[in-house]
């Protein structure tokens, strides 16, 4: 079963608007973290921002904010004020802390491609 | 401070040949990742290295290794290739195996021929 489902293959956002990609994931851990990463078409992930299980307050980090709803096992972006740099694919990703073993592997969604029109 | 460099960038093989990936973590980074992506599969994880020691393995076949060096910097290697191992080889390091924020590299870009 897929631990972490993104349901829209692509998007359309105008510059300077606001976009949501959404983000379900499917854990029984208590204990777990959320990701969400771009990759521009060079091929580079890079990080844009992390959520706690345990964290009581939705992670802001600049443009970039996670609406986080636990009970419904979602950890949607949003992207405010759309730039065209902000063309890319983007991944949600979920790491479950304290599996058997002791693994800190994320796992990755099928991603996203936001493209934004100026 | 440099970030985490792969070479080589792009990589065409033919069917049967092996291969060698390189992967220089950020300068102070212990934990080393591989994943593969394709338009198939997404990205799947492959290896995790951390001081020196493989501690965690994806399912993948024993064609696919990899090790650590003692200055962080890992290799993979792919043997007897094939058509199906043509993908995007990302690599990611962090200071600790808990660390929040993987840094990932631009990847390497194989294809099999």
């Known amino acids: 079963a897929q631990k972490i489902t993104q349901t829209q293959p692509g998007m359309f956002v105008q510059e300077k608007e606001a976009v949501t990609l959404d983000c379900t994931y499917d854990?029984?851990?208590?204990?777990?973290?959320l990701f969400w990463y771009k990759q521009p078409s060079s091929g580079e992930m890079i990080f844009l921002i992390y959520q706690g299980s345990y964290d009581q307050q939705n992670a802001t980090e600049g443009r970039y904010s996670l609406n986080f709803q636990k009970a419904r096992k979602s950890a949607n972006l949003v992207i405010s004020a759309s730039q065209l740099g902000d063309s890319a694919m983007y991944f949600c990703?979920?790491?479950?802390?304290?599996?058997?073993?002791?693994?800190?592997?994320?796992?990755f969604g099928r991603g996203t491609s936001l493209i934004v029109h100026p | 401070k440099a970030g985490v460099t792969q070479t080589p960038r792009y990589l065409i093989k033919t069917r049967g040949q092996q291969v060698t990936l390189s992967c220089s973590p950020i300068s102070g980074h212990r934990s080393v990742s591989w994943y593969q992506q394709t338009p198939g599969q997404g990205l799947q994880f492959l290896f995790e290295y951390f001081s020196e020691t493989q501690r965690n393995k994806g399912n993948f076949p024993g064609r696919f290794s990899g090790r650590q060096f003692s200055n962080s910097r890992s290799e993979m290697n792919v043997s007897t290739l094939e058509l199906g191992d043509s993908a995007l080889y990302l690599c990611a390091s962090s200071f600790d195996r808990e660390d929040e924020k993987l840094f990932f590299g631009s990847g390497t870009q194989l294809s099999v021929l």
């Open positions: 854990t029984s851990d208590p204990s777990y973290g």
């Open positions: 990703a979920m790491r479950e802390v304290s599996p058997p073993g002791g693994s800190y592997i994320p796992t």
